[in-house]
């Protein structure tokens, strides 16, 4: 059963997806208002899903991201979710840059029960989910020229697909291909976005980030 610490000041809100995750086989081990008891929770629990708020007291500003960053460090197995109702583009860059076992959702998209368990369960089995809306602030934010146009079709989809959490395994099933096939398509895309050789996780966030919503 996966165990999860949810950090929120909305005490309904928190109350309540720790009632819907309670249903949905999680077994949620803690709740926190402000980032100091949720890194009680953390060291305390060692749990393996972390459900975070960005703005928290004392100052409603960055808590939860500072949080976040501290249990990255500390708790390395532990998968950390940002679920909030702001977009916090620069201030997120960092946890996304992980690669792995991270998420980013907006409060107000989260519309499907099913759905968002089904990213929960994602994020910790290691994949990284980033809410699209995010995404498109980030490409606004950064886009000079647009590097997907020298994409082919086929590529685009493996983004899309990659831009959803799926590992190489998954994008494989879902395009009917073998996973060698998608490692090409992957290696392809990074190239075609530029993205610079360092380490291998943090590009294929980058390419993520890169992806505009053509679904």
Do not use: C
């Amino acid at each position: 059963m996966t165990r999860v610490v949810i950090a929120d000041d909305d005490v309904l809100l928190r109350e309540g997806v720790a009632s819907l995750l309670g249903r949905s086989g999680f077994e949620v081990v803690g709740q926190a208002g402000d980032g100091a008891a949720l890194m009680s929770l953390i060291r305390e629990h060692q749990p393996d899903l972390a459900i975070v708020d960005i703005r928290m007291p004392p100052t409603h500003s960055t808590e939860g991201l500072d949080a976040a960053r501290m249990i990255r460090e500390e708790f390395p197995q532990t998968a950390i979710l940002v679920l909030s109702a702001h977009v916090e583009v620069e201030h997120a860059m960092d946890l996304l840059g992980s690669g792995e076992r991270s998420g980013y959702l907006l409060k107000r998209r989260v519309t499907d029960v099913d759905e968002f368990v089904e990213t929960l369960n994602r994020i910790v089995k290691g994949g990284s989910v980033v809410d699209p809306v995010l995404i498109k602030e980030l490409v606004d934010a950064r886009r000079v020229q647009d590097p997907l146009d020298e994409l082919t079709p086929r590529e685009r989809e493996a983004l899309g697909l990659m831009a959803e959490g799926r590992s190489n395994a998954g994008i494989a099933r879902q395009l009917w291909v073998t996973e060698g096939t998608v490692e090409k398509h992957v290696r392809s895309i990074l190239s075609k976005l530029r993205l610079p050789e360092t380490d291998e996780d943090h590009r294929r966030v980058l390419a993520v980030l890169a992806f505009l919503d053509a679904r």
